[in-house]
């Protein structure tokens, strides 16, 4: 690999220390290496792509499955996925025909970067419909795989709880958005009614 042969990711070499990558190096590597298993909407939100955002990131994802297949879509095709539309989907054509973009993907695909949806991973649907705000500390879940545990079963994660807010998931130091369920009357679930919700037992 060419980033041997850069000074910048080497330490100094003294006369008892040989050089050895950086900490910053092994960090950078190791973010990678994360990197490789990225869901492919993240992988998209990653490509800079004028107007896609995580929310058209993530349908593009569920419709075509594949950087490939989106590459290769018309307009129309694109601009038929719901929350895409034609202003993003000619975004997306022109991302695609810079050479230099299609550079950006070959190094990818070649350095081991997951490219298209693992469609083994499809879970049950089980909140499909169902818009789920979460607040507080969960002992099993980081705001965002909390988010992307509803998401990923169909459901809506929202930021704020209102009268469309369908249950509101409470963790440790709730504060203010637990008094407003509890005032407009949307279920309040403590982490284990949250499992029990992903599960499709509620």
């Known amino acids: 690999e060419t980033w041997f042969q850069e000074p910048y990711f ?26 490789k298993t990225q869901p492919l909407w993240r992988i998209l939100v990653a490509l800079s792509i004028r107007h896609v955002g995580p929310t058209a990131a993530r349908a593009l994802a569920s419709a075509f ?30 991302w695609f025909a810079q050479d230099w973009h299609q550079e950006i993907i070959d190094r990818w695909a070649a350095a081991g970067v997951q490219l298209a949806e693992e469609t083994t991973k499809k879970l049950p649907q089980t909140l499909a419909g169902l818009t789920v705000v979460v607040t ?6 980081s705001r965002d795989s909390a988010k992307e545990a509803i998401i990923s079963r169909g ?5 704020s709880v ?34 029990k919700l992903l599960a499709g037992e509620l």
């Open 10 to 35: 080497w330490t100094k070499p003294t006369a008892k220390k040989p050089s050895v990558p950086t900490t910053n190096t092994l960090k950078l590597f190791a973010e990678f290496e994360k990197a």
């Open 65 to 94: 499955g594949s950087i490939a297949a989106i590459q290769n879509a018309s307009i129309e095709q694109l601009s038929a996925v719901d929350g895409v539309g034609e202003t993003i989907a000619e975004s997306i054509q022109d």
């Open 155 to 159: 459901g809506k994660a929202a930021g």
């Open 162 to 195: 209102s009268k469309k807010t369908n249950y509101l998931v409470a963790g440790e130091n709730a504060g203010s958005k637990a008094e407003k369920a509890e005032a407009l009357g949307v279920p309040i679930l403590d982490e284990a009614g949250f499992e």
């Open 136 to 141: 507080g500390t969960l002992q099993n879940f």
